[in-house]
């Protein structure tokens, strides 16, 4: 099947992002779409999120070396559709290692390579480290995709200005012509206050075109879960959270047009 690669990354850190690689990459793979999540952070919190253990040589360090393939690193979950390649602290080495050599964008495009033209995957979903370095430029320079996550806080248009930025210079660079901006999925919405629903009106002004129409809410719910190593519709299936995330994994499967497994 076709494959389209999502990269969920962004400057800043506490944004939502892991939650939404978990709970995305779950919520798709409950609509039966073969979706593999790889997180990229050395901190592994979507690793531990899962319930997986951050295991020497379980991440994308050694093939990155030229030690191993990515498709070894490959791991089944609970979740029939959803296979996982963890990260482990060895991965924050990686950010010094890839400035080194010569190709230094595409060594991670070089490695899931064969695992993007296996075709078993109809989604990846990359979870970023917190910063635009190595890694995270090495995941837009092979995603066909970004995600925005952006919370419901002040100062989230200049934050958004900044990766919309990087995305157009990675194409003006050719380092990944195909890149495109796949939307904006505002986070961490309190419907208590006026802040929250300004930001969401200014930055549906701004990129109409962009914004999904699925907010996540603000929730207890969601913030423990990965505590449990357990995703929001193992956790609470009836939180407003899991009622979110599964109508924003349906809003990706419309919009990308994600194929699934019959
Ligand atoms: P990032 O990966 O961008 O650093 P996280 O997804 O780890 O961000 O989220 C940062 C913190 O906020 C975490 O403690 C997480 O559990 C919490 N969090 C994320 N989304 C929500 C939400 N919708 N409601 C409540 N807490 C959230
Ligand atoms: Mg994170």
Same mark, same amino acid.
């Given at each position: 099947?076709?494959?389209?690669?999502?990269?969920?990354a962004?400057?800043?850190?506490?944004?939502?992002?892991?939650?939404? $690689? &978990?709970?995305?990459?779950? !919520?798709?793979?409950?609509?039966?779409?073969?979706? *593999?999540?790889?997180? %990229?952070? @050395?901190?592994?919190?979507?690793?531990?999120?899962?319930?997986?253990?951050?295991?020497?040589?379980?991440?994308?360090?050694?093939?990155?070396?030229?030690?191993?393939?990515?498709?070894?690193?490959?791991?089944?979950?609970?979740?029939?559709?959803?296979?996982?390649?963890?990260?482990?602290?060895?991965?924050? $080495? &990686?950010?010094?290692?890839? !400035?080194?050599?010569?190709?230094?964008?595409?060594? *991670?495009?070089?490695? %899931?390579? @064969?695992?993007?033209?296996?075709?078993?995957?109809?989604?990846?979903?990359?979870?970023c480290?917190?910063?635009l370095?190595?890694i995270s430029m090495?995941s837009?320079?092979?995603?066909?995709?970004?995600?925005?996550?952006?919370?419901?806080?002040?100062?989230?248009?200049?934050?958004?200005?900044?990766?919309?930025?990087?995305?157009?210079?990675?194409?003006?660079?050719?380092?990944?012509?195909?890149?495109?901006?796949?939307?904006?999925?505002?986070?961490?919405?309190?419907?208590?206050?006026?802040?929250?629903?300004?930001?969401?009106?200014?930055?549906?002004?701004?990129?109409?075109?962009?914004?999904?129409?699925?907010?996540?809410?603000?929730?207890?719910?969601?913030?423990?879960?990965?505590?449990?190593?357990?995703?929001?519709?193992?956790?609470?299936?009836?939180?407003?959270?899991?009622?979110?995330?599964?109508?924003?994994?349906?809003?990706?499967?419309?919009?990308?047009?994600?194929?699934?497994?019959?």
């Amino acid at each position: 099947m076709p494959t389209k690669v999502f990269s969920i990354a962004n400057q800043k850190g506490g944004v939502g992002k892991t939650t939404t $690689a &978990i709970n995305l990459s779950v !919520g798709l793979a409950r609509r039966k779409v073969p979706t *593999l999540l790889i997180d %990229l952070d @050395p901190q592994a919190n979507a690793t531990s999120g899962l319930g997986f253990e951050k295991v020497p040589g379980g991440s994308l360090y050694d093939p990155l070396h030229g030690e191993g393939v990515a498709m070894d690193k490959i791991q089944s979950t609970r979740e029939k559709y959803l296979s996982v390649i963890p990260s482990e602290v060895d991965l924050a $080495a &990686i950010e010094m290692e890839l !400035g080194q050599k010569e190709d230094y964008l595409v060594q *991670l495009k070089q490695v %899931l390579q @064969p695992v993007i033209d296996s075709g078993k995957f109809s989604a990846i979903i990359l979870d970023c480290p917190p910063a635009l370095g190595m890694i995270s430029m090495n995941s837009l320079a092979l995603a066909d995709y970004l995600l925005v996550a952006l919370q419901c806080e002040y100062l989230a248009l200049e934050g958004l200005g900044q990766i919309l930025s990087v995305v157009e210079q990675l194409k003006e660079a050719e380092v990944n012509p195909n890149l495109a901006v796949g939307g904006i999925l505002m986070t961490m919405y309190d419907s208590r206050t006026k802040l929250s629903k300004e930001v969401v009106d200014e930055v549906r002004n701004y990129r109409p075109d962009l914004i999904f129409k699925t907010i996540i809410p603000r929730t207890v719910r969601l913030s423990e879960a990965p505590s449990f190593g357990k995703s929001i519709f193992e956790h609470a299936r009836l939180n407003p959270g899991a009622f979110a995330y599964g109508k924003f994994a349906k809003e990706v499967i419309e919009r990308f047009k994600l194929e699934k497994a019959s």
